[in-house]
């Protein structure tokens, strides 16, 4: 299977910040790559896939970027309501695979 | 507006068999292109995919879990049923059933759509 690896596992940040978290893959995934958004006690929520691909609703402060192997979600301005954890997960083959999750907390 | 809503027992013992339901609105598990897909979050730990159905009956399993997991469809009643048999507590976890979207024409499977979850327990 294919390794997700997220890095950091947590950040501390205030509101206002910009915020950069990095996902690795063991084998290239070309383009096939998702990040979610999960808060406490709720299901994932689709932030963006295909690397890049904004989800219809999601905030345009939040953008993706990468192919291969190497990829970021990026948070430009945050938010009060973006504190919490961030998962990526790659699609291109079986089994998907997610990273072990990033935690944005409040600084 | 497509919704899903998982269901199912919150305790099982050890080696008993789990069975969830995933009701699902706002689409049809008949339209080419449409899967659902079972995936698990054990307390304080990361997700983990287990299976996907397709709109024409192909599966996929997770290679680790395989020989335990089946996952059916009743295209009538807009549902998707995973069955795990020999439960075991390390399968304690929030068990949450999700929309496949297909990338394109690629075949590449992404999850748009999540049910709330359900957290089932495996405790003698």
């Known amino acids: 299977a294919i390794r997700m690896t997220q890095s950091p596992s947590s950040l501390s940040a205030s509101t206002g910040d910009r915020v950069t978290i990095t996902c690795r893959a063991s084998?290239?995934?070309?383009?096939?790559l998702a990040w979610y958004q999960q808060k406490p006690g709720k299901a994932p929520k689709l932030l963006i896939y295909?690397?890049?691909t904004l989800q219809s609703g999601v905030p345009s402060r939040f953008s993706g970027s990468g192919s291969g192997t190497d990829f970021t979600l990026t948070i430009s301005c945050l938010q009060s309501e973006d504190f919490a954890t961030y998962y990526c997960?790659?699609?291109?083959?079986?089994?998907?695979?997610f990273g072990q999750g990033t935690k944005v907390e409040i600084k | 507006q497509i919704t899903l809503k998982e269901s199912g027992p919150t305790l099982v013992k050890p080696t008993q068999t789990l069975t969830l339901t995933c009701t699902f609105s706002g689409f049809s598990l008949s339209t080419s292109g449409v899967g659902v897909g079972w995936i698990r979050q054990p307390p304080g730990k990361a997700l983990e995919w287990l299976a996907l159905?397709?709109?024409?009956?192909?599966?996929r399993y997770s290679p680790s879990l395989k020989s335990r997991l089946t996952i059916t469809k009743d295209t009538s009643k807009n549902q998707v049923v995973l069955t795990m048999t020999n439960m075991d507590p390390v399968d304690t976890a929030t068990y949450y059933c999700?929309?496949?979207?297909?990338?394109?024409?690629?075949?590449?499977?992404?999850?748009?759509?999540w049910g709330q979850g359900t957290l089932v327990t495996v405790s003698s």
């Open positions: 997960q790659q699609y291109y083959s079986y089994p998907p695979t």
């Open positions: 159905i397709y709109w024409d009956d192909d599966k």
């Open positions: 084998q290239g995934i070309s383009s096939y």
């Open positions: 295909a690397a890049s």
């Open positions: 999700a929309h496949g979207t297909v990338q394109g024409s690629s075949g590449y499977y992404y999850y748009s759509y």
